[in-house]
């Protein structure tokens, strides 16, 4: 079965500071992945995707993250940090077959301080 | 605006008396999904339908039913409500096509069982 695990509950940067997410992933074959931020109060938004391709995606809101098969990993990054990225972030996992399933992780709650 | 509108967006009810929560989109999206969040545990996917008369289980369906009578609609129904059913709820859809995964969520709804 897949599965997700972000191994951060909480992290806390400084503005202007880089990000990294950490997300590993379970998958028996090469699965499709999500990072989804959620800000208080409101649903989920998708920030980038990987199907297929160049591993490395751009996402909205100055986000990237790089897709390394060899560990399993699709890391969140950004290289400065606003305050308004104060937010929870999930990592997801899709099946690539015809089921229309996502599997999310637990999220990483990002705390930023000025 | 592209929208996925859910309501109520709070409830507080009593155990066994039965409710629906309500999910539109305006997008004309085929596929259609309801999540529950609970605390570290991430989103678990109750029910999906991939198009009108087409539902399938999710991860967590035990105590929820849902129908889609038509393409913009996708309410989630508990028969008789329990306490374990107090959570936040989101319906999310996208369109058909690579990974069907969702693509817009509602702002959600948090539900109360007393």
């Known amino acids: 079965a897949q599965s997700v695990t972000q191994p951060d509950i909480h992290i806390t940067v400084s503005e202007g500071a880089s990000l990294e997410l950490r997300c590993n992933y379970s998958?028996?074959?090469?699965?499709?992945l999500f990072w989804y931020v959620q800000s208080p109060g409101q649903g989920l938004q998708l920030l980038l995707k990987?199907?297929?391709?160049?591993?490395l995606v751009q996402g909205i809101k100055g986000f990237e993250a790089e897709f390394k098969r060899s560990q399993s990993s699709f890391n969140l990054r950004k290289p400065s940090v606003h305050w308004s990225d104060a937010a929870e972030y999930f990592c997801?996992?899709?099946?690539?077959?015809?089921?229309?399933?996502?599997?999310f992780g637990t999220g990483t709650r990002l705390q930023v301080t000025l | 605006e592209a929208q996925v509108t859910q309501n109520p967006r709070y409830l507080i009810t009593v155990t066994g008396k039965k409710l629906t929560v309500t999910c539109s989109q305006n997008?004309?999206?085929?596929?259609m999904s309801w999540y529950r969040q609970d605390p570290g545990l991430g989103l678990r996917q109750i029910y999906y339908?991939?198009?009108?008369?087409?539902?399938d289980k999710g991860d967590v369906p035990e105590g929820y039913k849902v129908s889609r009578k038509e393409k913009r609609n996708f309410p989630l129904i508990l028969e008789s409500p329990s306490p374990n059913q107090t959570s936040l709820y989101f319906c999310?859809?996208?369109?058909?096509?690579?990974?069907?995964?969702?693509?817009?969520f509602g702002d959600g709804t948090r539900l109360s069982i007393l």
């Open positions: 999310a859809s996208s369109p058909l096509g690579q990974g069907n995964q969702p693509q817009h």
């Open positions: 998958y028996g074959a090469t699965p499709y």
């Open positions: 990987y199907f297929s391709g160049d591993t």
């Open positions: 997801a996992v899709g099946h690539t077959g015809t089921a229309s399933k996502l599997t």
């Open positions: 997008m004309n999206h085929e596929y």
């Open positions: 339908s991939m198009n009108v008369e087409v539902t």
